[in-house]
């Protein structure tokens, strides 16, 4: 049994986290706040299922999934995660989180200042590039002929094959980009990102669609970056 801890309990972290428990995994809840205001989603996960701090969150996982808006980023703790596999699921959206002039000039990832701000931990991108809606739809046993795939990156082989091992018991298969320098391609505008999983891409929010590691793959191979 695994431990997923959790920094932001939102659409995401709460979607991660029921699949976690069906998979039969423990989770640690966290967000900006108190707790407490995590008690509806806690009492529906049940047993397997607790609130804590950021901090308590990020000692007690196994596994630790940030999920916050990026420009937070910098309020994760940093001591608690030390030696930890860290998911990152954040993405920049200039509109939300402020210009980052290092995004802006793509001299670097989001991924990798998170890997910067946590140069102890072993960061993974994953969980990025799929709208909650469609994660929540797609999961399937292992062998299935409808199970979908999602992309990671990351710099670590064992931490990229421990959070492989994740996705699959919750009903993922994995695509490895390679470095952690390489998850822009699945980052927003790409053709890695989002619609794809959507059974109408005009209509993202009306319906699902399995997506093979073939297709991932090949998405991800023809993304551009915008300043390319």
Do not use: C
Not at 65 to 90: A, C, F, H, N
Request: hydrophobic share 40%.
């Amino acid at each position: 049994m695994t431990t997923w801890g959790f920094i932001g309990s939102g659409n995401i972290g709460s979607t991660l986290a029921r699949l976690a428990v069906a998979a039969g995994h423990d989770v640690v809840l966290s967000n900006s706040r108190e707790p407490e205001t995590l008690a509806e989603v806690v009492a529906e996960l049940g047993p397997h299922a607790r609130a804590a701090t950021p901090a308590e969150a990020a000692r007690a996982g196994d596994v630790v999934v940030v999920t916050i808006p990026l420009r937070s980023y910098p309020q994760v703790p940093v001591e608690e995660l030390r030696g930890k596999v860290v998911i990152d699921t954040m993405n920049y959206y200039p509109q939300r989180d402020g210009n980052i002039p290092e995004l802006d000039d793509e001299s670097t990832t989001s991924s990798e200042l998170l890997q910067a701000h946590l140069p102890d931990a072993k960061v993974v991108k994953g969980f990025n590039n799929i709208f909650v809606q469609h994660l929540a739809a797609l999961p399937r046993p292992a062998g299935a002929e409808d199970r979908s795939a999602l992309p990671i990156a990351g710099d670590d082989r064992e931490a990229k094959q421990a959070v492989s091992e994740l996705f699959d018991e919750i009903g993922y298969d994995t695509v490895d980009l390679g470095p952690l320098s390489e998850g822009w391609r699945t980052q927003p505008d790409t053709a890695a990102y989002g619609d794809m999983y959507a059974a109408n891409p005009q209509a993202w929010d009306q319906g699902a669609r399995p997506v093979p590691a073939t297709v991932v793959a090949e998405r991800a191979s023809v993304a551009q970056r915008r300043h390319a």
